[in-house]
Nanobody
Framework: QVQLVESGGGLVQAGDSLRLSCAAS????????TGWFRQAPGKEREFVAA????????YYTDSVKGRFTISRDNAKKTVYLQMNSLKPEDTAVYYC??????????????????WGQGTQVTVSS
C-alpha cells in the first residue's frame, strides 16, 4: 500500500513558476511508475506527465511540453513537477498517482492504483 501526499500548489500569475512535490510512504516506491494528472472544474481528469520507476523515461502531454518537467528522487520517495511559464489554462487540482512499473497505459488513469488528495494550482491572467 502506497500513500501519496502532494504539496506546493498555490495562486500565481501567468508566466510564474511552481514546483509540486509528491511524497510517498509505504510500499516499494521505486517499483512504481508515477504520474501527475489534473482536473479543472467541470472537466475530466487528464494526464499531465509521468516518469518511469528509475527516472529513465518521461512522458508529457503536448500542452505542457517544454514548460513542465517531471523528476523523482527514489531515495527521498518523492516525485516533483516543475511548472514554468504557467498559463491560466493550467489552473486545476493536480494529483499525483502511482502505477506498477510493468503496467500499460501511461496516460490513462486506470493503471494507477494509488492517488494523492490533490493540490490546487490557480494561475491568474
Amino acid at each position: 500500500q502506497v500513500q501519496l501526499v502532494e504539496s506546493g500548489g498555490g495562486l500565481v500569475q501567468a508566466g510564474d513558476s511552481l514546483r509540486l512535490s509528491c511524497a510517498a510512504s509505504g510500499g516499494t516506491f521505486s517499483s512504481y511508475r508515477t504520474g501527475w494528472f489534473r482536473q479543472a472544474p467541470g472537466k475530466e481528469r487528464e494526464f499531465v506527465a509521468a516518469i518511469s520507476w528509475n527516472g529513465g523515461n518521461t512522458y508529457y502531454t503536448d500542452s505542457v511540453k517544454g514548460r513542465f518537467t517531471i523528476s523523482r528522487d527514489n531515495a527521498k520517495k518523492t516525485v516533483y513537477l516543475q511548472m514554468n511559464s504557467l498559463k491560466p489554462e493550467d489552473t486545476a487540482v493536480y494529483y499525483c498517482a502511482a502505477a506498477p512499473a510493468s503496467s500499460f497505459g501511461i496516460t490513462a488513469t486506470r493503471p494507477y492504483n494509488y492517488w494523492g488528495q490533490g493540490t490546487q494550482v490557480t494561475v491568474s491572467s
